[in-house]
């Protein structure tokens, strides 16, 4: 089955600790996106990448990191210096087409700073 | 002033109720309207997207745009127990992988 894929479910940092989020898509999508879910905010765009090799800053990319160097793969890191990384993250793909509105979820991965 | 306003709910009905949900925007150069579901603790599900001004119906829902008023709604008729749920309006400029703009979600729950 075609779908997006994230890992792990639930991750526990320490103070100071960078961790890494996996994300992969087998949809052949050209375009990936990081969003932090945060109760009363909504979707909030971290990184978005639409080509291998590439990618931008969203609304709120400070303290994290990202890397697109497959086109199925798009990891983001959250490093030390991200002060408030407990939230829910989820990560995106879309095609890029004139027909295409639709944004595919990944089931999220639940971060908590221990 | 955020560029999508939805009013995060609760909302609770009875179950067989019609739903009202609602989501205002300031950029009049959005152009693509969706509605997703979440589901606690999982990612958002595309219900329904439209691109002009007018009703589109699926099953249960429909959905309106009017973009006179920068004003779109979803309405769930016949609502289930399975229904509850948060709700996404979200939005984009254009359809070549732009960025999403989302609402805040309205949670919702359909009380048996």
């Known amino acids: 089955d075609g779908g997006i894929t994230q890992s792990p479910k639930y991750l526990f940092r320490k103070e100071g600790q960078n961790v890494t989020l996996s994300c992969e898509q087998n949809l052949n999508h050209d375009a990936m996106y990081w969003y932090r879910q945060d109760p009363g905010q909504g979707l909030r765009l971290i990184y978005y990448?639409?080509?291998?090799?590439?990618?931008q800053k969203g609304d709120i990319a400070e303290g994290y990191s990202v890397s697109r160097e497959k086109k199925e793969s798009f990891p983001l890191t959250v490093t030390s210096a991200q002060k408030n990384p407990t939230a829910f993250y989820l990560c995106?793909?879309?095609?890029?087409?004139?027909?295409?509105?639709?944004?595919?979820f990944g089931q999220g991965t639940r971060l908590t700073v221990v | 002033q955020k560029e999508v306003e939805q009013d995060p709910g609760p909302l609770s009905v009875p179950e067989g109720a019609i739903v009202s949900l609602n989501c205002t925007y300031s950029?009049?150069?959005?152009?693509?309207f969706m509605w997703y579901r979440q589901y606690s603790r999982k990612g958002p599900e595309l219900l329904m997207y439209t691109y002009s001004s007018g009703n589109k119906e699926d099953g249960r829902f429909t959905a309106q745009v009017d973009k006179s008023s920068k004003y779109i709604s979803l309405f769930i008729r016949d609502s289930q127990p399975s229904d509850s749920a948060t709700y996404l309006c979200a939005m984009i400029r254009n359809n070549y992988g732009q960025n999403f703009v989302f609402g805040p979600g309205t949670r919702l729950s359909v009380l048996p």
């Open positions: 950029n009049s150069a959005f152009q693509y």
């Open positions: 995106a793909s879309t095609t890029i087409s004139i027909m295409n509105t639709e944004a595919f």
């Open positions: 990448s639409q080509i291998v090799n590439d990618f």
